[in-house]
């Protein structure tokens, strides 16, 4: 029958694609586990600084398991917190009690405050703490936080989607045989496309964060030019580390394979779930995912309102990443010619 | 002094012998056609030759100067057996940008381009998609963008597959033109035995083994036969015995 036949030869043509097989059996199970692991370290952040406090007031913090450390407040507290890098700060002035949270994550802020309220409940009345907020207020919503991240990594996704199926595509039709038989080096192929491809993403790049800013309204303190150049960076990692996983695949179908294996586990580390408070072995791992970098470096300028100079340990990174994959992109065509 | 000199090529892939020991060389202004069956290496032994891919063991030597060097592509116009063309492109385009990565000057460009297309016959079609070309004319466009450095060498990997008869024919009048008028070397694989008569040399492949060679009229009093296939039959057979063990 037809129908059996057809059936046959899908079962056939699958078992023998040992790649598509594997994605299809092994990938869930990674990001399954990636996940668990994601979203059960989700600790409350417990770093907190006291000016003023009794000694009563520092049993009862360090009781429910948090790390106090007693500071003589001189400057304002919000520089106190950033430099002694706490979650938060109270200070106590007779029945006045100020607490100053760092807030880079909402959700963590409002898990640490409801906490501390509950700490503190039986002696001080709730009205009496006045709370501020280092970054943000207490209308950020986990998206302001998050929307810098989604700027970066969508810039990065279909910039490695599109240069990836470009390249590949260029393979497949055999034009890219056609295009080794002419004296043209390795090293221009690489470019041309880091450049052809790179107008496009450096478009792409320009109207999605204009969009973002003006039209969605998102959170902007830094310069515009600031995120449009890390967004350029990302956007020469995506298209360098595209290419280069395109001469890997060979059809668009395996390219689309490399998405749950690469870009999906970058997600994670863009600061949509805090690094910070991974399990030491997931945070080591944020550290080989270029996204992890860029998204950083787009929180803290669109975010903390920082400067070039506070974000170039990232900027310097991202550009280390490219330099790597542009490399490894002019090796991987070694594959075809020697030259 | 030799276009083309194929000294002692041999390749495998792991386990499997793909050529061996192959032998042969072109002289200007002559037609070599590399005649064996689909599968039995030819294609392999054109990309060894423009240098896509490595020897086993052997050289190969184009213009005096062993390959691979980045100049030689520079003489050596290359026509795969798939058009591999930019279907999203006009011909015109595709035809630009082969020429431009020859670095060629916007006049030579110019001159080049009017030249090719009017031996092809696709003047008319110039401005189109390549998408919107019929088989044959993707075939043309090929053959162009093959000559459009001038190269001295020009190799060409079945030209001729799945073309009309007319076209077919038409392509191999320009062959024979461009060799006898431009003294053009001219490497070309087929497994068709009526347009291997029209080579000058010959050199017919099996299972990647050189079974003989020599002109057609050569091969057919060598063998005694009256027609080429003829030749590829008893020649094979022959060689069969030598190379495979039984």
Known sequence: MRITALVKRIVLQLVRDKRTLALLLVAPLLILTLMHFLFTSNDVPSTIGVVGASSEMIERLESQDFEVSIVEKMTSSEEVVVKEELDGLFYFDGDKIELTLENEDPSQSGMLQAKLRQVLSPAVNDSTIEVTYVYGSEDTTFFDVLSPVLVGFFVFFFVFLISGIGLLRERTTGTLERLLATPIKRWEIVFGYLIGYGLFAVIQTIVVVVYAVNVLDMILLGSIWHVLLINGLIALVALSLGILLSSFAASEFQMIQFIPLVIIPQVFFTGIIPIGRMPDWLQGLSKIMPISYGANALKNVMYKGQELVDVQFELMVLSGFALVFILLNILALKKHRNQ | ?246
């Open chain 2, 1 to 246: 002094m030799s276009i083309l000199r194929v000294t002692d090529v041999s390749k495998r892939y792991g386990k499997h012998q793909i050529l061996s020991d192959i032998q042969f060389s072109a002289e200007k202004g002559q037609i070599v056609g590399l005649i064996g069956p689909s599968g039995s290496g030819k294609t392999t032994l054109i990309k060894i030759i423009m240098g896509m891919d490595k020897p086993s063991t052997g050289k190969i030597e184009v213009l005096g100067e062993r390959v691979p060097k980045l100049k030689l592509l520079q003489q050596t116009g290359y026509m795969a057996q798939s058009d591999a063309l930019y279907q999203d492109l006009t011909g015109h385009e595709n035809l630009t940008f082969f020429a431009s990565m020859f670095l060629m000057t916007k006049i030579e460009q110019k001159e080049r381009i009017a030249y090719v297309t009017e031996l092809v016959q696709l003047e008319s079609a110039l401005k189109k998609k390549v998408a919107t070309y019929s088989g044959g004319m993707k075939r043309r466009l090929s053959l162009a963008i093959a000559l459009i450095q001038n190269p001295q060498l020009l190799i060409l990997d079945e030209p001729t597959v799945g073309i009309d008869p007319e076209l077919r024919q038409s392509i191999w009048k320009e062959l024979a033109r461009l060799k006898t008028e431009e003294q053009k070397t001219i490497l070309v694989t087929t497994h068709v035995m009526d347009e291997a008569e029209k080579c000058d040399v010959l050199a017919m492949i099996r299972e990647g083994h050189l079974i003989t060679s020599g002109s057609p009229q050569e091969l057919r009093t060598k063998y005694d036969v009256p027609n080429l296939e003829d030749v590829f039959l008893k020649a094979g057979g022959e060689a069969h015995a030598d190379y495979s063990p039984r």
